[in-house]
């Protein structure tokens, strides 16, 4: 079986779960190893996208943001002076990138032959750029600093010779940026000013240590003679606000010292998170570099507000999609302040009439935005038990859900219920995503429907925590017509294709990408598991795999690959499901169409270094799924039950490795455990310090074999324990003490 017929059959494993229990979330399966075609869990970066690879570096939340595109040979710098602090709130209005630098290490005029890069650390926000050549090399590490963007420059002479080492950093596309001494001789030539676009004695960048600076007109050079064996560094600084009149304070300014203190600003945040062990060093990575970036993805907006970007450059900007998810990822991380601290301005952004889709902002029409905020709402007080936040936030749900059901009478005309697939559904709206309503934008759109009746089951929910009586009926009654009308919808409007039907972005239209459509799995719970609309759905999207595992047409691209809604949505529905080895098979596969920098383009052709991309080249989407997936594949709330260990990597659990997290923050309180494998003597131990807040029904421990091997005996504390050997877990009832698992084979 190849990996097309092993995920276009999966959804046999789908079925066969949700035949076991019909409450969404209640229960697991895994399929044998005879269903399994082994995938190979290493992360190797292989369907990585042509080149330029983009990264950006700035200080955490900063609006002084430099992007940096890599190509063998070349880093372009770039930038833009103008920030999100005078913009209207959340529109789509970008800041324009109006500064180009391009950077040319070469060895005696020429190019080096190899060129890599990665993170500094091999998470940070840092550039490591090296060229190199068996006669030397230059390295090139850039931080985002305090006053200005750094790259520390390291040059090598590995020969039995002498070599002219230089970087040339050459001004692009505006015809005035120059050196200041081509024109005036009197002047260092180790400088570039903007000339016109800005003030025209504007430092745009300055170079420091270089033995020699040659003049010329666009360009800013230096270089080094250096002897056999000798090693020389200097600076290249991009300063974010200097002129001519401050070139000598820069000159002599510690750019070491603030390199070191940006860094150490960086370790220290993200020493704050969550800690997880996991054995592949690659995802451990994956996971703490784009964590990194949720924070590269916020900057201050108007009015005191912070922001998480939908992107880097295209779409520097906010909506309530990206971000809203960016903040859960940021509260399952332990970063609750700062989750609660994004998502204030998608919250305020309402209507007094009580409608939550952005009227004035980015998102307007798109009627799933009230979901997405009560979700992140919702879950910012389940995950901290903050009873306060959520009365403040009930307010706005309760308005949200009083709006929708005005907006869905609209759709309710006498009659409607027997023709159709549209009554009780939002009216047309705007798609996004991929969806279309046959050539058009706009329509009526299942994704943006499901969201919004979610929003309704979480006014429910608040209301029922908050003991709101007097509203509680209202509430509910809203919510269960729209959800009734809606599963009938889906019903009459599904596609039937061959032996089963599957949910398409608009009623009864197969036009459009599958985008949200497994939102009515999870987090909904608007159907059940074995639902045939969700079993015929997942075999929809599963029937076209691209060669490296990814699902085809999740986006605008028809024959291209959105990787995050891959794990965002598909990965995420089997997670749901308890198919564990599926969920991180897709998460192989996306860490792999990403760049070795750990960033992605927003979609893109299927071709390894395929030159069809679009969107922002880096794009906010996919690194906080990798987040969010990673924390729920170790520790995942489903309904009243916690589950550990869902869907770790099999290989994860090698003689001597141990799997597991500590201090992560869930519904019921923090939970750490970790999970040690002996397997060579037949043995899986695990040691749970289960929450505290409050007790989940049962905490689910899944340990999964390298092997597949089946579980033989189990205790717990001592004491023989029940266990599920044909679904690889352990269920535990909750406990306030430690638990420690020993599992034999």
Not at 299 to 318: D, F, K, N, V
Not at 617 to 641: G, I, K, N
Request: aromatic share 8%; hydrophobic share 35%; net charge negative.
């Amino acid at each position: 079986m190849n990996r097309r017929e092993f995920l276009q059959a999966s959804v046999l494993s789908v079925a066969a779960a949700a035949a076991s229990e019909n409450e969404i979330l209640g229960s697991t399966s895994t399929s044998t190893p005879a269903e399994h075609a082994r995938h190979n869990e290493e992360v190797n970066f292989g369907y990585a996208f042509a080149p330029p690879h983009r990264m950006t570096v700035a200080r955490p939340e900063a609006s002084e943001k430099t992007l940096l595109d890599l190509e063998p040979g070349v880093l372009t710098i770039s930038w833009s002076y103008d920030d999100l602090r005078n913009t209207p709130l959340a529109i789509f209005k970008t800041p324009l990138t109006g500064w180009h630098i391009k950077i040319h290490p070469l060895l005696d005029g020429k190019p080096f032959l190899h060129n890599t890069w990665n993170r500094g650390e091999e998470f940070l926000p840092i550039l490591n750029s090296k060229y190199s050549d068996p006669a030397g090399s230059v390295q090139l590490e850039v931080i985002g600093g305090v006053t200005a963007a750094l790259i520390r420059v390291n040059t090598k002479n590995s020969d039995s010779v002498a070599h002219r080492f230089s970087v040339a950093c050459e001004a692009i596309d505006r015809w005035v940026m120059h050196n200041p001494a081509w024109i005036d001789s009197s002047k260092d030539s180790d400088a570039l000013v903007a000339g016109q676009g800005d003030r025209p004695d504007r430092v745009l960048l300055l170079g420091i240590g270089a033995t020699k600076f040659p003049i010329d007109r666009t360009t800013m050079t230096l270089e080094w003679a250096l002897q056999p064996g000798e090693m020389r560094n200097g600076w290249i600084v991009r300063p974010y606000v200097a002129y001519e009149q401050d070139l000598e304070q820069l000159r002599a300014r510690d750019w070491t010292e603030e390199f070191e203190s940006s860094k150490k600003e960086w370790q220290l945040l993200l020493g704050k998170a969550i800690a997880i062990q996991i054995p592949d060093s690659a995802v451990r990575n994956a996971f703490y570099a784009c964590l990194g970036d949720l924070f590269i993805m916020r900057e201050p907006l108007a009015s005191g507000y912070m922001g998480t970007l939908c992107g880097t450059e295209g779409y520097r900007s906010t909506n309530p999609f990206e971000p809203c998810l960016a903040a859960i990822a940021l509260d399952q991380t332990g970063f609750h302040s700062e989750a609660a601290n994004g998502l204030r301005v998608h919250l305020d952004m309402q209507e007094t009439d009580g409608e939550w889709a952005d009227p004035k902002g980015w998102a307007h029409h798109m009627w799933g935005s009230s979901g997405m905020k009560a979700w992140a709402s919702t879950e910012h007080f389940k995950l901290t038990g903050d009873r306060s936040y959520l009365e403040s936030a009930f307010p706005r749900l309760a308005a949200s859900s009083r709006w929708q059901e005005l907006q869905r009478q609209k759709t309710r005309a006498p009659g409607g219920e027997s023709t159709p697939a549209t009554y009780g559904l939002m009216p047309r709206g705007m798609g996004d995503g991929g969806l279309m309503n046959g050539s058009d934008y706009f329509g009526v759109f299942y994704t943006h429907n499901v969201l919004a009746v979610f929003a309704d089951q979480l006014s429910v929910q608040a209301a029922e925590t908050l003991g709101q009586a007097g509203q509680l009926g209202e509430l509910r009654g809203i919510h269960d017509s729209g959800l009734r009308d809606l599963r009938a919808s889906l019903r009459k409007g599904a596609i039937h294709q061959d032996d089963f039907q599957w949910i398409p972005g608009s009623p009864a239209n197969p036009t459009g990408s599958r985008w949200g459509d497994l939102y009515t799995l999870f987090p909904t719970g608007i159907l059940e598991p074995g639902d045939p609309l969700v079993v015929g759905t997942l075999k929809k999207i599963e029937q076209s795999i691209s060669p490296g595992g990814q699902p085809v047409h999740t986006g605008w691209m028809e024959d291209g690959a959105w990787v995050a809604i891959t794990l965002d949505n598909v990965a995420e529905a089997h997670l749901a499901l308890g198919n564990g080895d599926i969920a991180i098979a897709y998460l192989y596969s996306t860490l792999n169409h990403g760049t070795p920098l750990y960033t992605w383009c927003e979609e893109r052709g299927q071709e390894p270094q395929t030159k069809k991309t679009s969107g922002d080249r880096q794009h906010l989407w996919t690194p906080l799924a990798v987040v969010r997936f990673l924390r729920d594949s170790m520790v995942m709330e489903q309904s009243d039950r916690l589950h550990l260990g869902l869907a770790t990597a099999r290989s994860w659990l090698h003689q001597g490795a141990t799997v597991g997290v500590r201090e992560a923050p869930t519904h019921f309180g923090n939970v750490s455990y970790k999970i040690q494998s002996d397997v060579d003597k037949g043995v899986i131990r695990a040691e749970i310090t289960p929450p505290a807040r409050e007790p989940s029904k049962e905490i689910v421990l899944h340990l999964r074999h390298p092997q597949y091997k089946k579980i033989r005996h189990v205790t717990v504390n001592g004491a023989s324990h029940n266990f599920e050997p044909q679904n690889e877990l352990v269920r535990l009832a909750p406990a306030r003490e430690t638990l420690n698992v020993e599992a034999t084979y």
